[in-house]
């Protein structure tokens, strides 16, 4: 109904990062591996949950021309799952990178914001 022209989402999930060990997910299964323990499924399925509530909030945004941003570690399935479903394409996502550190973090994380912003950057 036009209330909400842009958000800014920083998905958050454990089960999402590349660099978990063991890892949740793979590219057979990257909904989860069978193999998961009762914990860890319940992990991958809060972040599945967490993953389908931006792509719905987003391409609602979409449709009615509303802007978005979403914010997550460069080595995330987060966007790996964007490209698999075709939503990164269909909104015309563009990326920016860069380290957290950079911007007052203490540490070097790399981190992409995946946005339809036309003009985008951090001051």
């Known amino acids: 109904q036009g ?8 998905t958050p ?3 999402m990062t590349l660099a978990r060990e063991p890892p949740l997910r ?4 990257h909904w989860g591996k069978p ?8 992990l991958v399925g809060l972040g599945s949950l967490l993953f389908e509530f931006t792509v719905l909030l987003c391409e609602a945004l979409h449709q009615v021309s509303g802007y ?7 080595r995330s399935w987060l ?3 964007f490209e698999l479903s075709g939503f990164a ?3 015309g996502l ?3 990178h860069f380290r957290m550190r950079e911007y007052g973090a203490l540490y070097s994380k790399w981190t992409v914001v995946g946005h339809t912003v036309l003009v985008f950057s951090f001051i």
């Not at 209330?3 to 920083?10: K, S």
């Not at 793979?26 to 299964?29: D, K, M, S, V």
């Not at 978005?68 to 460069?74: K, V």
């Open 3 to 10: 209330y909400l022209a842009m958000a800014w989402l920083g």
């Open 13 to 15: 999930c454990q089960s």
């Open 26 to 29: 793979c590219l057979e299964f």
């Open 35 to 42: 193999s998961l323990s009762k914990s860890q499924a319940s």
């Open 68 to 74: 978005f941003a979403i914010e997550n570690p460069c």
């Open 79 to 81: 966007w790996v799952l």
């Open 89 to 91: 394409a269909r909104a």
């Open 94 to 96: 563009r990326f920016v």
